[in-house]
């Protein structure tokens, strides 16, 4: 079991800045997929960013560029910095986790979720 709690949003002017953090309950081992994601008033969940089991990156297009995805270890946290936010960025926002993707030789089927973080961007 993995459980994953996120801090960090808030109200930001678009242009600003924001950092969300997800706090694991366990170890944040490499193999884990871990990975960002959001959902608009209205609209789908779409992924935001990944970090896969082999350690590769994934960003979506609308946030290439302005958004960073990293883990620290010894903290077991996962962070989501957002830079050059845009009012199209607001959203509830939810840290992911896989933990089986590596051991089971298969993708990132995110099976663990936190209970989201809102962020709004104003004009």
């Known amino acids: 079991q993995v459980q994953l709690v996120e801090s960090g949003g808030g109200s930001v002017q678009a242009g600003g800045s924001l950092r969300l953090s997800c706090a694991a309950s366990?170890?944040?081992?490499?193999?884990?997929?871990m990975g960002w994601f959001r959902q608009a008033p209205g609209k789908e969940r779409e992924g935001v960013a990944v970090?896969?089991?082999?350690?590769?990156?994934f960003y979506a297009d609308a946030v290439k560029g302005r958004f960073t995805i990293a883990k620290e270890y010894n903290k077991n946290t996962l962070y989501l910095e957002m830079y050059s936010l845009k009012p199209e960025d607001t959203a509830m926002y939810y840290c992911?986790?896989?933990?089986?993707?590596?051991?089971?030789?298969?993708?990132?089927?995110?099976?663990?979720w936190g209970q989201g973080t809102r962020v709004t961007v104003s004009p």
């Open positions: 366990g170890y944040l081992y490499s193999s884990y997929c």
């Open positions: 992911a986790a896989d933990p089986d993707a590596y051991r089971l030789g298969r993708g990132c089927d995110f099976n663990y």
């Open positions: 970090i896969n089991s082999d350690g590769s990156i």
